[in-house]
C-alpha cells in the first residue's frame, strides 16, 4: 500500500516537474520574443513608413487598428471629442417623473502633462476642428463677453484669466484646444437631452437658477466657459456668475482635517507595497524617467500616474513617443503603466482611501445635498455646474462607495438628475417621499450600485449596442439619510466632521511621522 502510493507520488512529481519545464520554456520564449521585437523597434526608430514601431501616435480613428484592442485605453483616456456621446442619461422623458434639476461635476478638458516633459514646446496641442464652425462661434462669443460690461462681475476672482487656451502651444497643467473641443461636444450632447428632450429650463432662465463653480485653475475655469457655451441656450454673461470654490475637493466649510495627513500616509504606504510587489513595473519607469523627462537635471518621474500623464501628452495629440540616443518609448510602454495602474485600482478597496475621501467630499455632498433642497423646495436652481478635476470626481465616487470603473478621463462626467414623482400625491410634510435621483458617470447609470438606497427600477430600454437596461431611481431620503452626519461618521466613531477630523492623543507620535515623512 505504501509503497504503491510512492510510485503514484513518484510519477505525479514527475509530471508536474514536466509541467514545471514547460512553463518555464514558454515564459523563456515569449521574453525572447518580446526582447526580439522591442530591440528590432529601438534600432529602427527612423525607419520610413515604420511609424508604429516609433510609437507615432495619432488622434484619428483608423490608427488604432482591430489588431491593436490594448490602445483602446487610450483612447479612452484621451477621450476625443468625437467618442463624447450621451448615454444613459435622461431617459425619462415622458413618464410620470419631471426632472426638477441637475447636478454636475466636470473634469477639465485635455490638458499639458503636470511637469514639463521632453519635447513639449514641439507638441501641437492644435485641433483639426479648430477653424471649424462650432468652435469659431466659440471663440467670438468669448471673446464678445469678455469685452462687456458684465464680465467682471461674471468672471469674479477669474476675471484676470485668459478666456481660451494658447492655439496650438503646449503648457504644462493648461488646457488645449482639444480639451476646449471636448467640452463643447459635452456640452452639446447634453444640451440634447436635458434642455431640448427635458426641457430643464421651462421658462426663460434667470440669474438664480444656474449656478456654476469652478476651482481656481485656468483649465477648470476655461473649461467650464466651453461647456456652457454648448450647453446653455444662450450664453449670455449677464445672466451668469462663476464662483471659485476651495480647494479641488469644493470643500466649502468643511476643509481642515488633521486626520486627512495620516490617511494620506497610510494610502502611499499600501501603493508603494504594491509597486515593490511588480519590480518590472518599477523598472520600466526607471527607464522610461530618462526619457521622459525634460533633461538630465529634471526629477524622476517615479510614479506610474505621473508617467501616465505625461505620456498622455504625446499619445492624445498625435506626436511620435520621445527617443533619447535612438532608444524610443513604445507604444506597449504606455499602453503597460496604463494596466498597471488599473490593476491598482481593481485591488482590494484601500480603507485608508476611502475613509481620505469621505472626509474630503464631505463638503461637497453636503452642497448638492442643500442644493437638491431647494430645487425641490423652490424649483431652483435648475442646473448646478462643479468645474473640477480628476481628483474631485474620485473624492465623490470613493466617498459613495461607487466601484471606480475606470480613471476619470479628460472631459469626464458625473451627473445627478433630480425627478419628481408628479402621479405621487403627497402631505406637505411628506413632500420629500415623492423626490428621487440618479447618478450617471460618463454616461453609465451607476445608480444601483449606490449602497445606501434600494432602488427603483422605472422602466427599461434597449442601448446602441442591444443590451437591456433599466432605469433605476433612488430616494433623496436614502441620500438624506446617507449624509446624516451619524452615519456619514460612523467609520470615525464619529458624529460629526470636527470629530471625526480630529486625531486622538495616542496618535501623536504617527502625526509626526506623517509630516516628515514627505
Ligand atoms: C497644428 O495642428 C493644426 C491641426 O491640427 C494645424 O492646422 C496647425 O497648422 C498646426 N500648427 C503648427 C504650428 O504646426
Ligand atoms: C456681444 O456682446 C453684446 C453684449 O455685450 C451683445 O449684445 C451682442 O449680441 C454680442 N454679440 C455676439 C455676436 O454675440
Ligand atoms: C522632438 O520633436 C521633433 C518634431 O516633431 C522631432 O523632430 C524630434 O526628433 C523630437 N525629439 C525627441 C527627442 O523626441
Ligand atoms: C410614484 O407615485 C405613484 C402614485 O402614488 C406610485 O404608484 C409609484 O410607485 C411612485 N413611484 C415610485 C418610484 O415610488
Ligand atoms: C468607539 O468609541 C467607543 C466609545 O468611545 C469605544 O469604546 C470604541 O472602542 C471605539 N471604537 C473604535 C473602532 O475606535
Not at 90 to 114: F, K, S
Request: charged share 20%; aromatic share 10%; net charge positive.
Amino acid at each position: 500500500m505504501m509503497i504503491r502510493w510512492n510510485k503514484k507520488l513518484k510519477g505525479l512529481r514527475c509530471y508536474i516537474y514536466l509541467l514545471g519545464w514547460l512553463g518555464l520554456l514558454l515564459v523563456a520564449l515569449s521574453y525572447w520574443r518580446a526582447e526580439h521585437t522591442s530591440l528590432r523597434a529601438s534600432h529602427a526608430p527612423s525607419r520610413r513608413g515604420d511609424d508604429e514601431s516609433r510609437g507615432k501616435w495619432t488622434s484619428d480613428d483608423n490608427a488604432y487598428g482591430p489588431d491593436k484592442p490594448r490602445l483602446k485605453k487610450l483612447r479612452q483616456l484621451c477621450n476625443p471629442a468625437e467618442r463624447i456621446h450621451a448615454a444613459s442619461e435622461g431617459r425619462l422623458a415622458n413618464t410620470a417623473y419631471d426632472l426638477m434639476g441637475m447636478i454636475v461635476a466636470i473634469r477639465h478638458g485635455d490638458r499639458g502633462p503636470l511637469m514639463s516633459v521632453r519635447n513639449l514646446s514641439h507638441i501641437n496641442c492644435s485641433h483639426r476642428s479648430y477653424m471649424s464652425g462650432a468652435y469659431k462661434n466659440f471663440v467670438s462669443a468669448v471673446m464678445n463677453a469678455s469685452r462687456s460690461s458684465d464680465f467682471a462681475s461674471f468672471a469674479g476672482s477669474f476675471s484676470k484669466y485668459p478666456v481660451l487656451p494658447s492655439l496650438y502651444h503646449c503648457s504644462a497643467a493648461h488646457l488645449t484646444p482639444v480639451g476646449v473641443v471636448q467640452h463643447l461636444k459635452l456640452g452639446k450632447v447634453l444640451k440634447e437631452i436635458y434642455i431640448n428632450n427635458l426641457n430643464l429650463f421651462s421658462h426663460p432662465w434667470e440669474i438664480d437658477d444656474v449656478v456654476i463653480h469652478s476651482t481656481k485653475f485656468r483649465r477648470t475655469y476655461q473649461s467650464a466657459l466651453a461647456f456652457l457655451h454648448g450647453f446653455l441656450p444662450k450664453f449670455d454673461v449677464s445672466q451668469l456668475r462663476v464662483v471659485e470654490g476651495r480647494s479641488v475637493s469644493f470643500c466649502n466649510n468643511n476643509c481642515r482635517c488633521d486626520r486627512l495627513a495620516l490617511l494620506d500616509e497610510k494610502y502611499d504606504q499600501e501603493r508603494k507595497m504594491f509597486r515593490n510587489s511588480h519590480p518590472g513595473v518599477m523598472d520600466l519607469l526607471e527607464r522610461l524617467s530618462a526619457i521622459v523627462k525634460e533633461g538630465p537635471g529634471a526629477p524622476d518621474i517615479t510614479h506610474p500616474g505621473a508617467m501616465r500623464d505625461a505620456l498622455l501628452v504625446y499619445a492624445c495629440h498625435g506626436h511620435a513617443l520621445p527617443c533619447v540616443g535612438g532608444v524610443c518609448v513604445q507604444a506597449e510602454d504606455v499602453s503597460s503603466i496604463i494596466s498597471y495602474e488599473e490593476w491598482e485600482r481593481r485591488q482590494k478597496k484601500s480603507k485608508a482611501k476611502h475613509k481620505a475621501s469621505k472626509l474630503r467630499a464631505y463638503g461637497l455632498l453636503k452642497d448638492i445635498a442643500q442644493t437638491m433642497d431647494t430645487m425641490m423646495r423652490d424649483g431652483k436652481p435648475k442646473f448646478v455646474l462643479y468645474s473640477g478635476h480628476d481628483k474631485t470626481l474620485n473624492y465623490l465616487l470613493d466617498s459613495l462607495s461607487l466601484p471606480a470603473y475606470q480613471l476619470p478621463n479628460y472631459a469626464s462626467r458625473i451627473i445627478f438628475e433630480v425627478y419628481k414623482n408628479s402621479s405621487f400625491k403627497s402631505t406637505s410634510e411628506m413632500y420629500r417621499n415623492s423626490f428621487y435621483f440618479r447618478i450617471i458617470y460618463n454616461g453609465k447609470d451607476i445608480t444601483k450600485f449606490l449602497p445606501f438606497c434600494s432602488v427603483k427600477i422605472i422602466s427599461h430600454y434597449t442601448s446602441a449596442n442591444n443590451v437591456l437596461n433599466a432605469v433605476n431611481l433612488c430616494p433623496i431620503t436614502s441620500f438624506d439619510n446617507f449624509l446624516r452626519a451619524s452615519n456619514y461618521f460612523a467609520v470615525f466613531n464619529a458624529t460629526n466632521f470636527k470629530s471625526a477630523c480630529t486625531l486622538e492623543k495616542t496618535s501623536g507620535a504617527l502625526r509626526q511621522i506623517a509630516n516628515t515623512g514627505q
